[in-house]
């Protein structure tokens, strides 16, 4: 029977992939490399320091920095990162987020965060949700990024619920991975193409239901 629900931060619950974007872009041009909101999409549930290899391998200079200088450059997008989820506010949950927030705690199930982000707290908070979530589990107390399933099942851990019990929800593949790896039942956000892993496919947070969600776990 379903116990727990575990969402991914960035690009589910707000759309923090906008800021994460408009960082890198700047980080990458001030290196003289393009970076398109289209290269953006492959960053997704991705770590920092690999993010800022794929960008670098974009603009074919993954040699020209090295480790301390690759290190700088990706504290340098964070700190512009930070300054920039300032701007967050309850206001920027994704549509349909506060109704399945809602919905979850009706049904007496439990709210856990799995995130790859080490910003996740500072999003957490300022998105207001601290007090609403069980458990939230965050990159800097993972070892192994998604598509390894520790993040998630971390969380569940945490919850007290057999992965089998929990439901994963997730914007990118690599996440969507990490979900079917942890033994979770996975429902993914974003085009049906991406995401031949995922139990559920929804095309927008809007679309989310949980009553449907659960017919699906049930089935
Ligand atoms: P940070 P999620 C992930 O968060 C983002 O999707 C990914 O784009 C980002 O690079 C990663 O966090 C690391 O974030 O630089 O803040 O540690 O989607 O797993 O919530
Ligand atoms: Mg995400």
Redesign the pocket.
């Known amino acids: 029977k379903l116990e727990a629900v575990i969402f991914?931060?960035?690009?589910?619950i707000t759309d923090s992939?906008e800021y994460?974007f408009l960082a890198w872009k700047e980080l990458a041009s001030s290196i003289g490399i393009l970076f398109t909101r289209e290269d953006n999409e492959a960053?997704?549930?991705?770590?920092?320091m690999e993010?800022l290899e794929i960008i670098l391998r974009l603009g074919g200079k993954q040699d020209a920095f090295t480790l301390k200088e690759r290190e700088e450059l990706a504290a340098s997008k964070?700190d512009h990162?930070v300054q920039l989820i300032q701007r967050i506010t309850p206001g920027d949950l994704l549509p349909g987020i506060r109704q399945m927030i809602d919905d979850i705690r009706a049904k007496g199930l439990k709210l856990g965060l799995a995130?790859?982000?080490?910003?996740?707290f500072t999003v957490m908070e300022r998105l207001g949700l601290m007090e609403e979530f069980d458990v939230i589990v965050d990159?800097s107390t993972v070892v192994n990024g998604?598509p390894h399933p520790e993040v998630f099942l971390r969380a569940a851990e945490m919850l007290g619920v057999h992965p089998e019990f929990c439901i994963g929800v997730e914007?990118?593949a690599a996440?969507v991975e990490a979900i079917k790896r942890a033994g979770m039942f996975a429902v993914a956000v974003g085009p049906e193409e991406n995401f031949d892993k995922a139990d559920l496919v929804y095309s927008s947070t809007a679309e989310l239901s949980l009553d449907k969600i659960m017919e699906a776990y049930r089935s």
């Open positions: 991914d931060l960035d690009g589910v992939a994460h960053l997704k549930g991705v770590s920092r993010s964070n990162y995130s790859a982000s080490k910003n996740a990159a998604k914007d990118a996440g």
